[in-house]
Nanobody, 124 residues
């Protein structure tokens, strides 16, 4: 599986961005997808995940109610709509594919496939 993340940029606090992650190499609709982020000087952390069908999602508490993960299996793409952005959302955002277990989707060690990351900067 190859993943290509895009959509990052500079936005003011309170603004919105939508990240995209295009997948190739395997049947996209057969696996779950996740988003993680890594802020400067910090470890990578889980943001959101979505099951293969799109019917089940899971969010980190820090983004719940502000971010929405979705997918379009016809376009082999997963999205992360980020609203009400805060300076603490500043990070490199990574998409990841095919966790070994849905019950552990919040753990980066569960994923074998990663995109290259896209930088989101939120100014105050």
């Amino acid at each position: 599986v190859q993943l290509q993340a895009s959509g990052g940029g500079l936005v003011q606090a309170g603004g919105s961005l939508r990240l995209s992650c295009a997948a190739s190499g395997r049947t996209f609709s057969s696996y779950a997808m996740g988003w993680f982020r890594q802020a400067p000087g910090k470890e990578r952390e889980f943001v959101a995940a979505i099951r293969w069908s799109g019917g089940t999602t899971y969010y980190a508490d820090s983004v719940k109610g502000r971010f929405t993960i979705s997918r379009d299996n016809a376009k082999n793409t997963v999205y992360l709509q980020m609203n009400s952005l805060k300076p603490e959302d500043t990070a490199v955002y990574y998409c990841a594919a095919d966790p070994r277990s849905w019950t552990r989707v919040g753990l980066e060690g569960e994923y074998d496939y990663w995109g290259q990351g896209t930088l989101v900067t939120v100014s105050s």
